[in-house]
């Protein structure tokens, strides 16, 4: 889990091009690991992990410990550390209960 | 004889969507879809007499139907609102109604021309364009004034539906009566329905409202909001008349209102200091979509970094290092079996609030609210909270009458609980209206009202 210290107050910035490993979790339980660069944007994250599992993107969200990944984030402006994980949720409707 | 097959199989196609039709007369949360399959249904079957005389025919007729329609809102929308649900909802069905009607017509001409086409070949063909045209023109005015008619009919008819609303009225009615007496306790039980508020919106917010509504290229982007991600128009469909809201909508929603807190804050104006979860937060709490068993079970560790510091900022929240139990309201959009509520932690007065248009209710998510604030104080702040003694209220605010308004129903509670102010608004006002706004606020990327109500 990401401590306090690693948000926006991170005393210096990580290593150029440092490598961390993310696990993209949907909501069944299965994972998906990726290693990335802590600069490289989601996006790519996002768009590998939609073709693996064949989904159109616009249907599920990626969420970080409550924060909506935006796809020109990168990890390191998310505050990501080795290991965290992301979870995907499909899309919710609602208008009253069936 | 491969026109004809052809044929059959396009008359088969209209003939199911007339059937979806008459389902949407029924339950008229469909009614727009509906409307616009059964055309295209209707298109398609006349396109297999002729593709292109039948084509423009049918789009023609459809786009002088919705003529009338806006040019019938734009005469006189104040009226329209005023007869409230039940006129828009038979506007809906009526809407649905021609466009099937079409679609039989389509149907029975495709028909007609399949039987004929077995004996002569191409004479036919032309014959039954002709038909056609003159016939179905004429037939779909017709449908529009006899169901206009019927809908004075009906109005009168359903009096009974009438006296079920009123009877409700009246419930809110008595229990204003009842509560007065009460300890000021502002979502601790007390009638939260407030008088009505001007919800009607200018002509410029309803233009745009129709423009991001209307069906188009569901991925094209109509917004790109300076926090959160980009909204295509496949999200802001989801806010036309009738149509169920998606979780994007709501939670673009919830950025603006903790916009909002930030603003009210820094003006000093004494508003309450709120959190605004997203849609994700209660699914994750209770691990809603996980599969069995540990489905619908509470797990604190689960959301136990959504409040850390940097989270919290991420969230946009004012006051992100003192946490969230200092504040005054935790304001939480539930999302439970295609159903938006909107729960509520009041800090001050130790309760957890469900706000509910519907009057379903939901125990479980308020029970694990309650737990989790005991968990949070335990994790954050190190201290022994017991909650198990905290209130859980569900104070009366059942004020959607249909089946489709309840994610506007969860935005406009939340966006008033955060005001300390009544819910100044009813089914009438949230059915069109509600939706304009909240469209207009998106797209605005603020929310209009800053006026803090008065509860202490």
Known sequence: ?98 | MELGAQAYQQKKAAVEQVGWGRGGGEDLSLGRGLAHAAAEAAAAAASAADPRAGREQFARQISQFRRSLEARRAADPGARLAEGRREVAEEMARQAAAAAAAAAAAAAAAAAEEEEEEEEEEETSVEVVEIEEESSSVEIVEVEEESSVEVIEREEESEEEEGEQEESQEEFEEEEEEEEGEAPAPLGGIQLIAPRGDWQPTEAQLRRFRQVTKLGDQAEVLLIPNKGTELIRKHFNTLAEKQWLNDEIINAYMILLQVRDTVLREAGVGAPRCHFFNTFFMSKLLQLLKPPPKQGTYCYAEVQGWTKTPRLRAAGQASAEEGLLGLDYIIVPVHYQSHWTCAVVDLRRKAIVFLDSLDYGNARALMALRRWVADEARDKLKQKWDTAHWRVLTPKVKLQRNSCDCGVFALLFANRVALNRGFDFRQDDVTLWGRVRVANEILDQKIYDHEVGPWP
């Open chain 1, 1 to 98: 889990m990401a401590d306090d210290t690693t948000g926006e107050t991170k005393p210096q910035p990580k290593q150029e091009g440092a490598v961390i490993n993310l696990v993209v979790k949907d909501q069944s339980g299965a994972e998906v690991h990726f290693k990335v660069k802590t600069h490289t944007k989601l996006e790519k994250v996002i768009n590998a992990y939609c073709a693996k599992k064949s989904i159109v993107p616009s249907t599920v969200r990626f969420v970080f410990d409550g924060t909506r990944v935006n796809p020109n984030s990168s990890p390191e402006d998310l505050g990501m550390d080795d290991g965290d994980s992301i979870d995907v949720f499909q899309e919710q409707v609602g208008g009253r209960r069936p």
